[in-house]
């Protein structure tokens, strides 16, 4: 059997991961229009119109056109899809159909690598799943079913699962690419190649190494690493199996909300760059921001460096095989060990004043400003000018370790397909089966640094009326000080979780029903301690400079309390099901709708929370406290023929929730429902190819523990998402444009100050002047748009400082590839 067929056949009597879509080929290599195979959380193949679940795919092709500077970036693509992608190459906020944005990360998509997850839950705090993933040369597709059966073919999905595909190197071939920033500072090489080694066996490997400054000017090399993946295959009667590995080794900056001017009104605000500090170009990150101080997890003295940004280490290995053993029936099984770490380290600004006023409230009335670092360490400054605009900022430091977030993931399924009277039916069940370690130290710290840009950030210190310094070399306190020294934390938990599933498919003429379940049940067990309520004050002093004495900043210092660990200790389950059904009115005109119930199990988001007992880590509330639940119906309408598809689907989502923010520390405990319209399409003649999508949501938040929030719009849910890519290729070159935008949206629950509008444009261009040689020119965010995805403060405060977080500015890439 050609491993192809073989794979099709798998996938789609298996499930494949709950998002797998194979294309069927004509020898250019472009999609055969109307033979697109779905086997994306379906019990058997069936072309897309066939199909009772809202799926989509991105091309090798595309990816390579766009060369989006994130995956968050790139799934941006997908219909449906909100993702919050200017944080830098992880750390992106990924929603999908009006389920709120209530977390940072991605809580009710899970991202996967080859079917199987990346982590466990998709926002684990400051570790989220898009950290420790790089999309390069060696992806040949994206795909993602959104709503639906997701909720049934993997755990924690319950609103999309969005995989990426790896190339495996049936078919001989590869490349090299070297490209290089020419208005920014960037240095990249990528690569894969692929091929039979046998008749019976082939592999592919493919990676990236990338340096420099990138798109925000910081003024030191802060994108510096890069990955390697391998897999090899090997077929045999009835079947293959496949190893697999990926080293990833890289480091970013990861952009936190900035200082922005805010002039006019909550409903009509006037969004404005200060002077000297760019939001869409600059950062608070900067090479005169000396190393921060602080306690470990074990309470000893260490440094890190600001500069450290996101940093992340991941090494995994996976076996994939699949056999037929005779009588139509087929066992699949995937396995995958992840060892991933790092750190997370980034300035946040508490909040930003006049430097008098940022000065005064540290040291008191009458205090004075001393620089502790750059070029002008040792002077006093004039506050009235300081920075070029007379200002400061208080600074809290996200400075937390990812000792371990490795992930083991197991699944097995088996499959039969067989003959009903007047029709067929595909059977699948199978068992699945994850643990997820956390393990982490937040070891967060105060300072106070100037607001500029270019590089120029540097730390100050605060001289009392009296003439004494209250700060240490910047360093307000070793905790987070401007937050009430909360949040001083480490926590090492083991997630396991284990989900009998089932499906059922029916297909009697142009009728096809589906039916499938799951039963997510597991546990957590591990330790947490941290200076919060419940553990002690946690509040102490040491001698960090080792002088004797202790000096104000040092009498600020957080300890974790050791010795009052308190356990976590606790068993949950939740239930999964979906129904569907697809009907043929033509060839090219088909009907569906489905409903689904689907959960997600919360894990180390609900641990400071009142969900977890503080004596023996049960859950004295029950499952409600650590499992949200969502709710979804979906009904649409697909066209497909004469090089034109079009897809549409109505929605409901009803989401309930327990959710936590971080600082201050605050329950949330909230209900939303969101109706809309999902519209999606494509139509190509010739060279000439146009896909389009948008997406209209609107949302309400039914219930909430702060009634003055009920009926409002969750926050950061605009109206309309939209996103299109209009493409003509020739023999020799390939030209096109994207634009990706969305409505105006609330900062936050209250719904008093708005983000305003934007849409991003992108644009490609690929010349191939020889066989074998492509030169190509990427401009993302073509006319330099700003663009804030999120913003900190609810209303505009009275000195019209607002902290929030744009999208990059225009950035243009040049490259050189050889094909082989």
């Known amino acids: ?86 944080g830098g190459e992880g750390n992106a906020n990924i929603a999908v159909r009006g389920i709120p944005v209530s977390t940072g990360g991605a809580r009710y998509i899970q991202l996967q690598e080859d079917g199987l997850p990346i982590l466990e839950f998709g926002d684990i705090i400051f570790g989220n799943a898009d950290n420790f993933l790089r999309a390069d040369r060696s992806v040949a597709r994206v795909e993602a079913v959104r709503g639906g059966s997701a909720s049934t073919f993997a755990s924690n999905a319950p609103g999309a699962v969005i995989n990426f595909i790896s190339k495996t190197g049936e078919t001989e071939g590869g490349a090299i690419q070297a490209s290089v920033g020419l208005d920014f500072e960037s240095y990249r090489l990528d690569f894969d190649y692929g091929g039979p080694l046998a008749d019976d066996l082939y592999f592919h490997v493919g990676g990236f190494y990338r340096t420099g400054e990138g798109p925000r000017n910081i003024g030191y090399n802060g994108y510096d690493g890069g990955q390697i993946k391998a897999n090899i295959t090997k077929e045999f009667d009835g079947g293959y ?30 969004y404005q760059a200060i002077p000297g500090f760019d939001p869409r170009t600059d950062s608070l990150y900067s090479p005169f921001l000396t190393p921060a101080r602080s306690l470990d997890g074990n309470n000893n003295p260490a440094s890190y460096d600001f500069r450290d940004g996101l940093s992340v280490q991941s090494k995994t290995f996976g076996i994939e095989s699949e056999i037929d053993v005779g009588g139509g029936w087929t066992l699949t099984n995937r396995f995958r060990f992840s060892d991933n770490s790092g750190s997370f380290q980034s300035p946040f600004p508490a909040g930003v004043d006049s430097a008098q006023a940022v000065a005064n409230s540290i040291g008191g009335a009458g205090s004075s400003i001393v620089f502790a670092s750059g070029p002008n360490a040792g002077q006093t400054a004039n506050a009235a000018n300081i920075g070029g605009n007379g200002l400061l900022t208080n600074v809290v430091v996200f400075n937390t370790r990812l000792n371990s977030l490795d992930n083991v993931t197991n699944d097995f399924r088996v499959n039969k397909s067989f003959d009903i009277g007047g029709g067929t039916a595909n059977f699948t069940s199978g068992f699945y089966l994850s643990r997820q370690t956390v393990d982490t130290d937040w070891l967060w710290t105060s300072h106070v640094q100037t607001v500029q840009g270019d590089g120029q950030a540097v730390l100050v210190d605060i001289r009392n009326a009296g003439g004494q310094i209250v700060t240490a070399n910047g360093t307000v306190g070793y905790g987070a000080t401007f937050f009430g020294n909360c949040c001083r934390r480490s926590y090492d938990v083991d997630y396991s979780t284990y989900a009998p599933f089932a499906s059922l498919s029916v297909e009697l003429d142009r009728l096809t029903i589906d039916a499938s379940m799951r039963y997510d049940f597991g546990d957590a067990s591990g330790t947490i301690t941290g200076a919060d309520a419940g553990f002690g004050v946690g509040l102490g002093s040491f001698d960090f400079d080792g002088n004797g004495t202790i000096n104000p900043a040092e009498g600020q210092t957080s300890i974790l309390p050791l010795g009052s660990a308190r356990p976590v200790n606790y068993s949950f389950d939740y239930f999964s099901f979906s129904l569907g059904a697809n009907y043929l009115l033509t060839d090219d005109l088909g009907i569906f709708a489905r409903y689904s119930q689907g959960g997600r199990h919360t894990a180390d988001r609900s641990l400071f929370s009142p969900a977890v007992s503080t004596t023996d880590g049960s859950l004295p509330g029950g499952d409600a406290g650590v499992v949200a639940s969502v709710d979804q119906l979906e009904v649409g309408v697909k066209y497909q023929g004469n090089g034109l598809s079009l897809f549409a689907t109505g929605f409901f989502a009803k989401t309930a ?8 520390l605050e329950l949330f405990d909230s209900t939303y429902e969101a109706y809309g319209l999902e519209l999606e399409g494509s139509y190509r003649t010739g060279p000439f190819m146009l896909s389009a999508g948008a997406t209209w949501t609107d949302a309400e938040i039914k219930d909430a523990l ?30 096109g444009a994207n634009v990706v935008g969305t409505t105006e949206s609330f ?19 690929a010349v191939r002047p020889i066989e074998r040689i492509e030169l190509g020119l990427n401009a993302t965010n073509l006319f330099n748009a700003t663009g804030f995805t ?4 609810g209303s505009i405060p009275g000195n019209g400082f607002v902290r929030a977080r744009s999208i990059a500015g225009r950035t243009v890439l040049a490259s050189v590839r050889f094909d082989f």
């Open 706 to 735: 702060d009634a003055s929030v009920i009926g409002n719009t969750p926050r950061r849910q605009a109206d309309l998402v939209y996103q299109a890519t209009a493409q003509y290729e020739a023999d020799m070159f390939t030209v």
């Open 241 to 270: 199996i496949r190893f697999s590995a990926k080293y990833l080794d890289d480091t970013t900056p990861t952009i936190l909300p900035q200082p922005v001017r805010v002039t006019g009104s909550n409903a009509s605000p006037n």
């Open 790 to 793: 999120e913003a900190e403060e």
């Open 657 to 664: 929730e327990t959710n936590v923010e971080l600082a201050p």
């Open 1 to 86: 059997m050609k491993l192809r067929t073989a794979l099709c056949a798998s996938a789609a009597l298996s499930g494949l991961l709950a998002a797998t879509t194979a294309f069927a080929q004509d020898t250019s290599g472009e999609t055969v229009e109307g033979e697109e195979i779905i086997v994306t959380a379906v019990a058997r193949g069936q072309n897309r119109i066939e199909s009772s679940v809202s799926v989509s795919a991105i091309g090798a092709e595309t990816i390579a056109n766009l060369a989006a500077p994130s995956a968050a970036d790139l799934v941006r693509q997908i219909p449906g899809i909100r993702s919050e992608a200017s």
């Open 747 to 765: 900062t936050q629950d209250s719904n008093q100050l708005t983000l305003p509008a934007y849409a991003q444009v992108n644009a490609f261009l």
